[in-house]
């Protein structure tokens, strides 16, 4: 029998034996309310109930029991054993650090994103070398560009000394370890802030994909250890990854954006770079939000042709098609927490509405437990100097200050489910109704 008969013959055995025994069994609602005192156990009330209450005993101790043998909650129990039995961590190398650069002497804040600069090329070296001393060692860089040197065909995205190339060659001689994104799309470079080339209202796809295949081979020639391709056009990845191969850049990977979606949450990001699109929008070549099976088309295409890694963008509204991919890949998966996700947090936070350090890391482990393997993520440098005090901490390891938080809110009566025991003795009392 399930489970629910098993309940219910025990409940049945229980009635049997209080009639045979005389006791009253209630058989109305009215005569079924009870005070929750008398069927909350505590450690100095073992009397009898007034009213029994056939889901709980007495013990050889005369203390309340239950009769379940599995109870999740011993492994619970203590910190130890919850990171004995802990399923997912984050650390500092699951994140790739994005950068903003451009070409001043100054850096210039951006208003929509808290805490996130424009950084001048000196600066950005300074800022990857503070996140590197944490344990952050991948960085993915994103030019705001002049409006003078963008057009339609964006020529500027492979200019051997543009500011993509020039960066590139600085980080890679401050940090010769460290490992280096570069995004490949039309966008900070077009005239019409499309990802592509633009012709009579049209984004043209194979056209736009000769031009990426430059750019991808100017960053592979300036030292990039990994190129992603941002842009969504049909068919990049293979003809980026032939373009690297044919020319010797055989060991340059590739981090497709597999399902990037046409979403909402990229306005900061795009005041960032100064590239929202000129008119239009970008639904003709990037996901519809409403999709999830989409994306399985978009990653079998991307390991055909050789990605080596593939992402989802944005991330924290997207965990189910993170999920997807993890389940139908070997490939690592990697999962953007874009601009507006961590706008929306700074927002909160500055107001006092959410604690920051706790949300943020559990948010990053969200993503783990979803099935990512990195994360990219605007919070690199301030989440690995917080988990690196909790690994120095006498918490426990890295990572555990988020599980610390999410056990304390499901153990604790008042944490983010308040209701949930008072609903477990209601039901109790619901079933002494229906007998």
């Known amino acids: 029998p399930g489970a629910r008969t098993r309940v219910m013959l025990a ?24 005070s929750p005192v008398a069927v909350r156990a505590t450690t100095t009330d073992v009397e009898a109930d007034p009213v029994p209450n056939p889901f709980i005993q007495r013990n050889s101790e005369g203390r309340a029991w239950v009769q379940q043998r599995a109870r999740p909650r011993r492994n619970r129990v203590s910190e130890p054993v919850r990171r004995m039995v802990r399923e997912n961590s984050v650390t500092a190398a699951d994140f790739i650090y994005p950068l903003f650069i451009h070409d001043a002497e100054d850096n210039q804040k951006i208003e929509s994103m808290p805490g996130c600069e424009r950084h001048s090329l000196a600066s950005m070296v300074k800022e ?18 002049d409006d003078a040197l963008k057009t339609n065909r964006g020529e500027e995205a492979y200019n051997p000394d ?36 633009v012709e009579d209202g049209r984004i043209l796809n194979d056209e736009t994909i000769e031009q990426l295949c ?13 190129v992603a391709p941002s842009d969504m056009m049909d068919g990049r990845v293979g003809a980026i990854r032939d373009a690297l191969d044919a020319h010797g850049f055989t060991n340059v990977g590739i981090l497709a954006y597999t399902a990037k979606y ?13 590239s929202h699109p000129g008119f239009g929008d970008k639904k003709t070549y990037q996901q519809d939000p409403a999709n999830g099976r989409e ?44 601009s507006g996700e961590y706008a929306m947090l700074k927002a909160a936070a500055e107001r006092g509405w959410l604690d920051e350090r706790k949300v943020a890391l559990e948010t990053l482990l969200c993503f783990k437990r979803a099935g ?23 918490e426990g390891p890295v990572g555990c ?17 308040p209701g949930s025991a008072r609903r477990a003795s209601s039901a109790c009392v619901a079933l002494q109704a229906v007998l």
């Open 11 to 34: 409940i049945l055995l229980l009635v049997a034996e209080g009639l045979a025994s005389g006791r009253h069994v209630p058989t109305s609602r009215a005569a079924a309310r009870v």
């Open 128 to 145: 990857a070398k503070e996140a590197y001393a944490l344990g952050v060692q991948s960085f993915v860089l994103f030019p705001k560009v």
């Open 162 to 197: 543009g500011i993509v190339p020039r960066a590139v060659r600085m980080l890679k001689e401050a940090l010769p370890e460290s490992v280096v994104f570069t995004d490949v799309a039309l966008d900070p470079y077009s005239s019409m802030g499309h990802d592509g080339i």
């Open 214 to 226: 430059k750019q991808a081979l100017c960053q592979a020639r300036a030292g990039c250890d990994m």
């Open 262 to 274: 046409a979403s909402a949450y990229y306005g900061p990001f795009r005041d960032a770079l100064d």
């Open 295 to 338: 994306a399985l088309i978009e990653l079998e295409l991307d390991e055909a042709e050789g990605a080596d890694m593939v992402m989802v963008k944005p991330g924290l509204p997207y965990l189910d098609v993170i999920r997807r991919l993890k389940d139908n890949t070997c490939l690592p998966v990697a999962a953007y927490h874009v």
């Open 372 to 394: 990512a393997d990195v994360i990219l993520t605007y919070y690199a440098k301030q989440a690995a100097q917080w988990l690196k005090e909790d690994a120095e901490g006498a």
């Open 401 to 417: 200050d988020v599980a610390r938080a999410g056990a304390a809110s499901s153990a604790s009566a008042g944490g983010r489910y």
